[in-house]
């Protein structure tokens, strides 16, 4: 059965908080190979003007990944989570995540449609400074749910 388009706009309220951890920018770093030291270094960071180790631009999917389980686990979309395929990420930066950040995520669906029998659905999840408020960066991922056929 199709996703429900009428569930575009839906926004989930911010839940827990996620602290930007040094030791974890520098594991995801290593991972996919970002070998600039302002994402191992504490002082080449502060000599690049940041306040402590950068997270690499695609760090942000480790933060968001908890809080878009909200979106895929309402039984209003009912998704069967077996027959999800990653489609699509992009990022829209204010700033980059530092460490110290402690960060919320509020995400909101942007896009339902159906085509050739598989559903798409575009979230949107804006992730700012707990403290402040303040934006830090945009995600959007799009999901393909494979039809049955």
């Not at 686990?73 to 009912?78: F, I, N, Q, R, Y």
């Not at 930066?93 to 402690?102: F, H, K, L, N, S």
């Not at 909101?108 to 804006?126: P, W």
């Amino acid at each position: 059965m199709p996703m429900d388009p009428s569930l575009v706009g839906r926004s989930y309220p911010p839940g827990g908080t996620y602290l930007v951890g040094r030791e974890k920018i520098r594991e995801f770093a290593a991972a996919i190979g970002a070998s600039d030291a302002v994402h191992h270094d504490p002082d080449a960071a502060r000599k690049a003007g940041y306040p402590d180790v950068v997270a690499p631009p695609t760090f942000p999917v480790a933060v968001t990944m908890s809080s878009s389980e909200r979106v895929i686990s309402d039984p209003d979309l009912a998704i069967d989570y077996s027959r999800v395929v990653h489609g699509d990420q992009r990022f829209r930066y204010v700033r980059p995540a530092v460490a110290g950040d402690e960060l919320v995520c509020t995400d909101t669906i942007e896009e339902i449609m159906s085509r050739g029998g598989h559903d798409f659905l575009t979230v949107r999840t804006e992730v700012a400074a707990a403290a402040t408020g303040e934006p830090v960066v945009t995600v959007w991922m799009k999901l393909v749910v494979r039809g049955e056929d």
